[in-house]
C-alpha cells in the first residue's frame, strides 16, 4: 500500500470539474504533498492507499475551497464605519484611515483573513498599500494569497466633490517600489501558494507615465494587473477632468486590457466598453455586498458572462460591506441580479458557485492550480456541516438540494474544515493555525486609538454618521 499525507472519506463531492458543479458519490480523495494524487471509490482508495491523516467527511459537503478575488483586508480594522452614506470613502472611511497606523492596517488584515477563513474562502485576493503584514500573515497560517500592492500617484487625503486628485511623483515612486520589493519578496512563495500581483488602484489615480510603467513591469515580470474599473462617477469625473477620456477606452489605448488584466466592479461600464474589455481577454470581479451597500449599484456581471467574459466574486472592504465571507457575496450575487432583470433564472445558485470556485480562480490566473477537486491539483478543499439546521434536511432524490441551501441558506458558521495545499487551517470549526481570541483583541486594541484619533475630523466633516450620532441613530 502506498502510504500518503491525507486522506478525506465523502460522501456528497463537489468537484467543479465540467461545465456543472461535478458531483461524485461516495469518493476519497488522496492528498500527498499538497497535491490531489486521486480519487475514487472509498473501498478501492482504501485497499490502495494508507495515510498519516483521515477525514471523515461523509456527513459534509465536499468541495474546493472558495476564491476571493478581491479584498482590502487592511480595512477589517475600519469595520462598520462607512454605510448607509453618500461619499463612503471620503466622509465615512477618510477620518479612521488616516488615523489607522501601519500596525493597526496588519491587524485588520489579520482580522478580515481570519473570518474569511472561517467561512471557507481558501484564496485571499488581498489588494493594498503598505500590505507586508498582510503578507506575513497569509504565511504564517498557510492559506493561499494572491495579492496586488497598490500603485497611485494621488495622494492619500479628504477631497471635496469633484475636486481634482493631487498627483505626487514621488509618492507614485514609493509606491512602485514597494510593489517590485514583496514582488521579489513573496512572489511564488510555498511552491506557488503566495503570489504577487500589480494593483494599480484605478486609472484616476496614476499618472500617464506610471501607468505604463506598472504595465511594462508587470509584464516582464509575467504577473497580473489587478485594477479598480470603471467604478462610478467619481472615477468618471477624474478621467474627464484629467485625461478628456473615460477609464476603458484610455486603458484600451494604451495596450493594458489583456488576458493579464483582472478589471474589479465595471459598475457604470457601458455595453460597448464591457464588450471591449471581454474582446481583451481580461476578466471581471463582482464585489456585489459592497457595491450594493455604499452604492446602491449592480455592477454588470450579468452583461459580463453574456458576453463571454469570465467573472470572479470579491467581498471589497468591511468599512461599507462589513464581512469577508463569500457565502454571502454568492446569495447577492444571485438575489440582486433576480431583482435587477426581474427573472427567478437569472444567476442560479450553480452558477453563482462556479463564481466563487472554479470561475473565480480562472478570473485570476489560478485555475490552473486550484478551483476544482481533481488530480494534479493542489487540495484547497473545504467541508460544510450538513448537521445545521440552515442546511438541512438534505435531499438527493429526485433532485440535490444542497448547493441551493449553500448559497440561499448558509451563513458562513457551516463551514467545518478547510485545507489549504494540503494543510489543515481549520478542522471541526476548530482553527489549527490561527488564534481567533488574539486577532480580535488585536483588532480592538487599535480600533480603540483609531476612534479617538478620528474624532476631531469625523466631527468637522459632519457627514451622515455623525448626524446619525447625534440624533441616537446608531
Not at 74 to 90: K, S
Request: net charge negative.
Amino acid at each position: 500500500m502506498r502510504k500518503v499525507d491525507l486522506i478525506i472519506k465523502t460522501k456528497h463531492l463537489y468537484t467543479m470539474k465540467g461545465e456543472g458543479v461535478g458531483y461524485q458519490q461516495d469518493k476519497s480523495i488522496v492528498i500527498d504533498r499538497g497535491i490531489i494524487t486521486a480519487i475514487g471509490n472509498s473501498d478501492h482508495i482504501a485497499q490502495e492507499y494508507t495515510a498519516d491523516k483521515y477525514i471523515d467527511a461523509t456527513d459534509k459537503m465536499v468541495l474546493p475551497g472558495f476564491v476571493d478575488a478581491h479584498m482590502h483586508t487592511g480595512h477589517g480594522v475600519l469595520r462598520g464605519v462607512a454605510q448607509d452614506i453618500n461619499r463612503w470613502m471620503f466622509e465615512g472611511m477618510a477620518p479612521f484611515e488616516l488615523a489607522r497606523s501601519s500596525e493597526a492596517k496588519t491587524a485588520g488584515s489579520e482580522l478580515a483573513i481570519t473570518e474569511a477563513i472561517m467561512n471557507g474562502t481558501t484564496t485571499i485576493g488581498d489588494d493594498s498599500s503598505d500590505i507586508r503584514g498582510s503578507l506575513e500573515y497569509i504565511d504564517k497560517v498557510g492559506v493561499r494569497g494572491n495579492v496586488s500592492v497598490r500603485v497611485r500617484s494621488a495622494l492619500i487625503k479628504p477631497y471635496k466633490g469633484d475636486e481634482l486628485y493631487t498627483f505626487d511623483k514621488n509618492y507614485g515612486e514609493q509606491t512602485l517600489n514597494e510593489a517590485l520589493t514583496l514582488f521579489d519578496d513573496f512572489n511564488n512563495r510555498d511552491n506557488e501558494r503566495i503570489k504577487i500581483r500589480f494593483g494599480p488602484q484605478g486609472a484616476d489615480f496614476l499618472d500617464l507615465d506610471l501607468l505604463k510603467r506598472v504595465k511594462e513591469l508587470a509584464r516582464e515580470r509575467h504577473t497580473t494587473i489587478h485594477m479598480h474599473l470603471a467604478q462610478g462617477a467619481r472615477e468618471h469625473a477624474q478621467m474627464m477632468q484629467r485625461y478628456g477620456m473615460r477609464a476603458i477606452p484610455l486603458l484600451s489605448k494604451l495596450g493594458y486590457l489583456d488576458k493579464d488584466f483582472i478589471g474589479i466592479h465595471l459598475t457604470d461600464a457601458t455595453d460597448e466598453e464591457i464588450q471591449t474589455v471581454v474582446d481583451s481577454g481580461a476578466s471581471m470581479v463582482f464585489c456585489p455586498n459592497s457595491l450594493g451597500v455604499i452604492g446602491g449599484a449592480v455592477p454588470p456581471a450579468v452583461k459580463f458572462l453574456e458576453d463571454g467574459g469570465c467573472v470572479g466574486l470579491g467581498s471589497d472592504q468591511a468599512p461599507g460591506n462589513n464581512s469577508h465571507n463569500i457565502i454571502s457575496e454568492m446569495k447577492a450575487t444571485s438575489v440582486f441580479n433576480k431583482i435587477k432583470y426581474k427573472s427567478s433564472t437569472i444567476m442560479p445558485a450553480w452558477k453563482c458557485l462556479r463564481m466563487a470556485t472554479i470561475e473565480g480562480a480562472r478570473a485570476i490566473g489560478i485555475d490552473k492550480l486550484v478551483g476544482s477537486i481533481e488530480v494534479g491539483k493542489h487540495a484547497d478543499i473545504i467541508c460544510v456541516d450538513l448537521n445545521t439546521p440552515s442546511m438541512a434536511p438534505v435531499y438527493t432524490t429526485p433532485m440535490r438540494n444542497m448547493v441551493p441551501n449553500l448559497i440561499y441558506s448558509a451563513r458562513g458558521n457551516e463551514v467545518a474544515t478547510v485545507i489549504v495545499d494540503g494543510r489543515i487551517l481549520m478542522e471541526e470549526h476548530v482553527p489549527v493555525t490561527f488564534n481567533v481570541q488574539e486577532v480580535v483583541s488585536n483588532a480592538q486594541h487599535h480600533a480603540d486609538i483609531i476612534g479617538e484619533k478620528a474624532a476631531p475630523l469625523f466631527n468637522e466633516i459632519h457627514g451622515m454618521n455623525a448626524i446619525y450620532m447625534e440624533e441616537d441613530k446608531l
